[in-house]
């Protein structure tokens, strides 16, 4: 749906491509430097690719929130960020109290399978009384109008809970879980000089499992039909007898599970846990969905996984200091929104949308 | 009506359950606004008592004043009773592992210092007794109950002010006097507005200079009026009215918005610092009169780049791209990529003050003239804009896009006009802050301070000048006067956000054409 914007020698298109090609070509040839300079082995980017892959089911995770409500409303609900953090915090109490108690020690298995549900309950009430709150009186205001509570509603769950908890770093307790000899959770293993860590292969693992969950949640139950109806066309699925309301307000408690499930793993590998531990993984989390393009289920995997996977390689291919990792981030949200704003498997959506 | 009552005493007594375990009252408990009679932490506790009456009193005026009196009494009771229970359970249970809030101070600041089981039952009799007030307060007519309200304000607002609080006399006194006049505004107000309109009419320049001369004498004198401390405070509230106003172009005018502003007040604070700092890389040592309008021209030009690949974007997506520009400019000024030339994070130290001849601003006083200038330059430029043909295509681009475009406005040059004057605005604030603190330093520059100045622009009035000064003196003046207040100030950001969305997104201060906009509902 592009559109010639000024005559017919479109000077700002020319500009525009003009910088994307100085950045192309900059990558190109950093990378090719990097590779031909040897100074990093195999090993290197092997340890890199596997931490990568985990934070993006992180990344992933956390997207597909955002991408569930866009999908349905064509909000951005920037508190998306401190629905993940809410969860993660809450469940940091419960397996604190685990771990004093020698139940995390006697039984791991279910103390963290009770954590993570204690985080997905924590963050769906969080995001339920947001909506309801903060979102529903708002739904056909002006699209900027939701944008800006979005904002505001973000900075109060954050002080919130800086607030009720405390502004110390709180941090989860370490786990060990020996399956077959090996200690999934907290295992550092040598392998021929490269540092494996199972708990990122656990992580990946867990996010893709949940992600197969959702996607057959929202294909074949009658619930994601309904879903998938009111993304459609909110007003003919009120018309075919679809409760509305109830449809968003399952999607955002949908988001929210996925997103407290995220945090937990999240923790077991990141250790620390902060009120403002959900802007970052939040904002990260909305680049990967605008990646796989916003409201595409399948589009929000994939782009997490690359996001995690960029992150991760990017600054040692590029030879870039690794400080600039937010800016890779960053940078990739600009590019992809500047040369295609409908994302790797984005639909067009129609410029009033976008 | 039981239910409502119920519902509402419920409602409001959650909320200062919420606002006691973050540590309100512990904190409110230092500032005495009436000397040895009342706390900010009690009243605190007296106004959610009697807006849980008042609220809970039906809306229709059938019911007898009894009824209206007992369901306020009703609210209240029950509002205190959710805070007693509170107090019950911090003294009874050690909570502090989990909320830091739960303290020994909090019980004794929720009992009023009495032990628990009668500090409770006073708590308990105590909202009934304001409750029922609070009920029977909706029986009165509106102009009595209203200058109540607002001499009550006007109590407590001095009273914090004051460093130790008012005597029992001042208090009283204040508040009979500014209940008196606004009732008498309320009564005889209008007859009053059309005296003033009709001499107004009758020599019109006149009295707008009389205006003019007297405002500006009040705003020449306020320095030597509030001191040094009060004057730095000013001066900071100045610093975000040139950067709320520049903000108030992009969002207000031209409709986009901006979340990344914060970047362009860098780019000024950063130009300014190597230009005139002997101390930092360039040793340039320039003067910070050569420094400011290249500050502003190096800050309009990065507007203007960023509006270049965001041209084609819109509403929420234009937001999260300004978003993360602001986060890369910060990221790539605290990295050691650039700490040869920027200084990481030691930023940029020793900036000169501005100097005229061989005298150098150092106190606040100097730079509340040379902001005040900066201001007033500003809004003279915001309000001939706003006017003219270009403020009028912005304002035709924020309504609708398409048909803007349609109707000939060039969207590109606009757009990103609007861009370059928004940072241009925001390069002067930089640089003028850089020489007012003398140093530069990344963490001065987070996002906090974009959605700081957004904040302002919004509660104040999106598109208003006058919005955009009131914010300024709401959001960063007071919390900066109200020391323990500082802890709140985050949260209550937020939840202002969200409360002036939904009830009233035109702001304080709305533009007019604002008002009409946002009160015609769009439907998707």
């Known amino acids: 749906m592009r559109r010639r914007l000024s005559g017919p020698v479109d000077v700002t298109q020319l500009v525009v491509s003009g910088i994307g090609l100085v950045i192309l070509l900059f990558v190109v040839y950093r990378l090719v430097a990097t590779l031909m300079g040897g100074t990093y082995g195999v090993s290197t980017y092997a340890s890199q690719a596997i931490f990568g892959l985990a934070q993006g089911g992180i990344y992933a995770l956390i997207a597909l929130g955002y991408t569930l409500v866009y999908g349905i409303l064509f909000m951005i609900n920037f508190a998306h960020g401190e629905i993940f953090m809410g969860g993660t915090y809450i469940a940091y109490f419960v397996i604190a109290a685990f771990d004093r108690s020698g139940f995390l020690e006697s039984n791991p298995l279910l103390a963290i399978v009770a954590t993570v549900a204690t985080a997905m309950t924590a963050s769906v009430i969080l995001a339920l009384g947001l909506e309801r709150i903060a979102y529903r009186p708002l739904r056909r205001a002006p699209r900027l109008v939701p944008l800006i509570t979005a904002i505001g509603a973000s900075l109060f769950l954050q002080y919130a809970f800086r607030g009720l908890f405390g502004t110390g770093v709180k941090v989860y307790p370490d786990t060990h879980l020996h399956v077959a000899g090996i200690d999934i959770l907290g295992g550092r293993y040598d392998i021929g000089g490269m540092v494996v860590r199972p708990i990122y292969f656990v992580v990946f693992l867990m996010a893709v499992t949940l992600m197969l969950a959702l996607w057959i949640l929202v294909q074949k139950t009658k619930m994601g039909k309904a879903m998938r109806a009111v993304a459609e066309d909110k007003d003919t699925a009120a018309l075919m007898g679809i409760d509305v309301d109830r449809v968003v307000v399952l999607t955002f408690a949908l988001g929210a599970a996925l997103a407290g499930a995220a945090g937990v793993m999240f923790a077991l590998y990141n250790k620390q846990v902060t009120h403002t531990m959900g802007f970052i993984p939040g904002i990260k989390a909305f680049t990967a969905a605008v990646l796989g393009g916003i409201g595409n289920v399948p589009g929000a995997m994939l782009g997490g996984f690359f996001l995690g996977l960029a992150e991760s390689t990017f600054p040692t291919l590029l030879g870039l200091d690794s400080q600039l990792k937010d800016v890779i981030a960053f940078g990739l949200l600009v590019l992809v929104l500047i040369f295609r704003p409908t994302g790797i498997l984005g639909e067009v959506l129609s410029r009033k949308r976008a | ?524």
């Not at chain 2, 029977?136 to 460093?163: E, F, H, K, M, N």
């Not at chain 2, 019109?204 to 200079?209: C, G």
């Not at chain 2, 757009?415 to 002067?428: C, D, Y």
Request: hydrophobic share 55%; glycine share 12%.
């Open chain 2, 1 to 524: 009506m039981l239910k409502r009552s119920l519902r509402r005493g419920a409602l409001v007594g959650g909320v200062l359950v919420f606002i006691a375990l973050i540590g309100a009252p512990a904190a409110f408990a230092r500032e005495p606004v009436v000397r040895g009679v009342v706390t900010l932490s009690q009243l605190l506790l007296a106004i959610g008592a009697l807006l849980a009456g008042s609220g809970a009193a039906p809306a229709t005026r059938t019911r007898s004043t009894g009824a209206v009196v007992a369901a306020g009494a009703i609210a209240g009771a029950v509002c205190m009773l959710l805070l007693a229970l509170l107090a019950l359970l911090v003294s009874a249970v050690d909570l502090r592992q989990v909320l830091v809030n739960a303290t020994p101070q909090l019980v004794d600041e929720l009992t009023l210092g009495r032990g628990v089981v009668t500090g409770s039952t006073v708590l308990v009799v105590l909202g009934t007794v304001l409750g029922a007030l609070g009920g029977w307060s909706t029986r009165l007519p509106a102009a009595i109950s209203r200058s109540a309200v607002l001499a009550g304000a006007a109590v407590v607002v001095v009273g914090v002010l004051r460093d130790k609080g008012l005597a029992i006399a001042e208090a009283v006194a204040l508040g009979v006097a500014v209940w008196a006049v606004a009732y008498g505004r309320s009564r005889w107000g209008s007859a009053l507005a059309t005296r003033y309109q009709r001499v107004q009419r009758r020599n019109s320049t006149m009295v707008s200079i009389v205006v003019w001369i007297a405002g500006l004498f009040i705003l020449l004198g306020l320095p030597s009026i509030l001191g040094t401390y009060g004057t730095s405070v000013l001066d900071l509230v100045g610093l975000y009215v040139l950067m709320g106003l520049g903000l108030n172009i992009v969002v207000g005018y031209a409709g986009l918005l901006d979340l990344g502003y914060v970047a362009f007040f860098t780019i000024g604070a950063y130009v300014t610092g190597l230009l005139t700092s002997p101390a930092a890389s360039t040793q340039l040592g320039l003067s910070f009169w050569i420094a400011w309008p290249l500050a502003m021209v190096a800050a309009a030009g990065a507007g203007a780049l960023l509006g270049i690949p965001v041209l084609r974007m819109r509403g929420d997506y234009l937001a999260i791209v300004t978003l993360g520009f602001g986060e890369i400019i910060r990221i790539l000024v605290l990295s050691d990529t650039f700490k040869s030339v920027l200084g990481g994070a030691q930023g940029i130290i020793e900036i000169p003050g501005p100097s005229i001849g061989s005298f150098t601003m150092m106190r606040p006083q100097h730079f509340y003239y040379l902001i005040l200038i900066g201001v007033m330059i500003v809004v003279f430029v915001s309000r001939r804009i706003s006017d003219s043909r270009v403020g009028r295509a912005w304002m035709a681009i924020r309504e609708d896009e398409d048909v803007a475009e349609a109707t000939g406005v060039n969207l590109v040059k606009y757009k990103l006009l609007a861009f370059a004057m928004g940072a241009s605005f925001s390069g002067i604030g930089g640089a003028i802050f850089a020489s007012w603190v003398h140093s530069v330093f990344p963490n001065s520059f987070t996002l906090l301070v974009s959605i700081n100045i957004l904040s302002l622009v919004i509660v104040g009035g999106i598109g208003s000048i006058p919005g955009v000064v009131l914010g300024a003196f709401f959001l960063v003046g007071l919390p900066e006067v109200l020391r323990s207040f500082a802890d709140f100030r985050m949260i209550t950001f937020g939840a202002l956000l969200v409360a002036m969305m939904i009830a009233r997104p035109e702001g304080l201060w709305p533009a007019k054409s604002r008002r009409r906009e946002l009160h015609l509902e769009v439907a998707e």
